[in-house]
């Protein structure tokens, strides 16, 4: 059985206006890929989708299981087909119309794990791709594979073998840069740059370098994109812009104002209704920390009930 919700994701910015109302189905099985997690989405209230993107300290990799012709615009340019997206790309939106349903598997991969199985780092830094121009023609047969399996248990189950073969066969990061990325995560952003270095027993200007190369952010701009995950999930939940910056490591609040700009090209009240950040407690569970673990069963369990039909819905 899956696991499932169902979110209503208009806004008062925004009623009803190409903001769907997703279906979410997630895996009920353990053993998960550390590092990986995947969530199914299904949207049948509109035949229009139109989201902004919101950064999170993760590698996504977007598959469409129905033809929707969903989009990627950044920075005025438009990308089409499934679909990845590096670390912190700002102004994202995803838009796309479709005859029926839109349905998609979505798979969030910590960077360490991102640089073996997408072979590719630096060059995914704040830009999306299309995934076949990493993978070649195994993306679109990946794709059709995903598209004909009976159940969504069937689905993860296809997609964890292809995550799990193309990392094996991969490259991994050095492990004084999967030690820093680790680092970064459990202080949430605030270690110094020198001390991360003096820990992993490098240089800074070596780990500056290395970090960059197999990450695809220097280790200042990873922390701030770290830090502004946990700032945005607390605004999402309702804390003030005011707590959430001492809550969080900013000098004070304009300095949260600053970086939620530069993230999102959104104001802090727009990112706290965001309908991306709306699925999250459904989809991604307890995302500060488990999103960005690479640890052997660190990822939760969904807590809402299951429903006979396998989908969240709330």
């Known amino acids: 059985m899956l696991r499932g919700n169902k979110i209503d994701l208009r806004s008062a910015e925004r ?3 190409g903001v769907p109302e997703w279906a979410i189905a997630t895996p009920s099985r353990d053993g998960r890929l550390p590092g990986v997690r995947m969530a199914g989405f299904r949207d049948r209230s ?3 989708v139109d989201m902004r993107f919101v950064p999170h300290p993760a590698v996504m990799v977007l598959v469409e299981l129905r033809e929707g012709n969903l989009v ?3 920075d005025g340019r438009q990308q089409r087909g499934n679909l990845v997206a590096g670390l912190a790309p700002s102004g994202v939106r995803f838009y796309g119309r479709s005859d029926r349903e839109f349905e998609c598997l979505q798979l969030r991969l910590t960077p360490t794990v991102a640089h073996a199985v997408l072979g590719a780092s630096s060059e995914l830094s704040q830009t999306v791709v299309d995934l076949a121009h990493l993978w070649g023609r195994d993306a679109k047969r990946i ?8 159940s969504w ?6 997609a964890a073998a292809a995550i799990g073969r193309r990392h094996e066969a991969g490259r991994a990061v050095d492990p004084e840069v999967a030690f ?3 680092r970064l995560v459990v202080s949430r952003g605030r270690i110094r740059v020198e001390r991360l270095a003096a820990e992993a027993g490098w240089s800074r200007k070596r780990l ?4 960059r190369s197999q990450i695809g952010l220097t280790p200042k701009h990873a922390a701030q994109l770290i830090r502004f995950d946990a700032a945005a999930h607390r605004l999402a939940a309702g804390e003030s812009a ?8 900013y000098v004070d609040q304009s300095h949260l104002h600053r970086d939620i700009v530069a993230f999102t090209g959104m104001t802090p009240r727009a990112v706290a209704i965001a309908p991306w950040l709306a699925v999250d407690d459904v989809a991604w569970p307890s995302t500060e920390n488990a999103s960005l673990s690479d640890r052997p069963g660190a990822t939760p369990t969904v807590r809402q009930a299951r429903r006979d039909d396998g989908w969240h819905r709330c």
């Open 15 to 17: 009623p009803g206006d």
């Open 46 to 48: 509109s035949d229009f």
């Open 72 to 74: 990627a615009e950044v």
């Open 143 to 150: 794709q059709e594979q995903l598209c004909a399996a009976r």
């Open 153 to 158: 248990d069937d689905r993860f189950a296809l």
């Open 180 to 182: 820093a990325w680790r």
């Open 208 to 211: 500056w370098t290395r970090f």
């Open 242 to 249: 005011a707590l959430v910056a001492a809550n969080t490591g």
